[in-house]
């Protein structure tokens, strides 16, 4: 993926949430803290959930604003925050949530580039598994 | 193997809400359907799959499918892809 997406400090891997809403709010705040969106940000990714799942397999969501919200995101980013315990993702299990943010078009490429690493089965566990920092920015730099 | 060629009318292109919406279409078909963009072909139910082709709006895809319900089940989907699923959204909120 391209460089400086993901910032060190926006790898979370030991949380846990009661919920899908309070896990979107965990990957909000992750995005706030690195400076890439402000904090309405957040609404507005739960306001796309309740519209429809970012569930896309691999036990894995990608939480994100909507449309409307791009005027709040400062930096393209993303963050990655796991969950060991898991969450109940609309009837899914989801132990990793990969927050994102994107101005104008800039979601599609980083989308992409992000099902390529998880349509990798090994490259996915290795994600959904890892306990170190910089083994989330290996698999996804 | 029928096939269709169809231009993603979408505003924000194939992501995930077009994408999901798509994709959940093409799981009810019960009909195997590809979508292929230059070198790469994926399974139309597939969210992961169909993210990684990374398709804009105005980028042009082949859907194909083979057997009984092939050609329905390709006219369902073009019919899904030549609108703006992202301006549907609009109108749900």
């Not at chain 1, 409307?68 to 949530?97: N, Q, Y």
């Not at chain 2, 398709?55 to 092939?70: C, I, M, Q, S, Y």
Request: aromatic share 2%.
């Amino acid at each position: 993926m391209r460089d400086g997406l993901l910032d060190p400090r926006a790898v979370l891997l030991h949380e846990s949430a009661p919920d899908r809403t309070a896990a979107i709010r965990r990957c909000g705040r992750a995005l706030v803290e690195v400076g890439a969106v402000a904090e309405p940000y957040v609404e507005a990714m739960l306001e796309r959930e309740r519209t429809i799942s970012t569930y896309v397999g691999e036990g894995v969501a990608i939480p994100h604003g909507t449309n409307a919200s791009k005027g709040d995101v400062k930096r393209d980013a993303i963050c990655v925050v796991r969950f060991p315990g898991g969450i109940d993702w609309d009837g899914e299990r989801v132990t990793l949530c990969v927050g994102i943010a994107a101005k104008d078009d800039g979601h599609v490429p980083l989308l992409a580039a992000l099902a390529e690493i998880l349509l990798d089965p090994d490259r996915a566990r290795a994600l959904r598994e890892a306990t170190e920092v910089s083994q989330v920015l290996k698999e996804l730099t | 193997m029928a096939h269709r060629t169809v231009v993603v009318a979408s505003a924000s292109g194939l992501h995930a809400r077009p994408a999901k919406v798509f994709v959940q279409a093409a799981a009810r078909l019960g009909v195997p359907v590809t979508v292929r963009l230059g070198e790469k072909a994926v399974p139309a139910k597939s969210m992961l799959g169909v993210l990684s082709l990374g398709a804009v709006h105005g980028t042009e895809v082949t859907l194909e499918a083979d057997g009984p319900g092939a050609e329905e089940a390709l006219d369902s989907l073009v019919a899904l892809l030549s609108r703006d699923l992202d301006a549907d959204e609009a109108l749900d909120a």
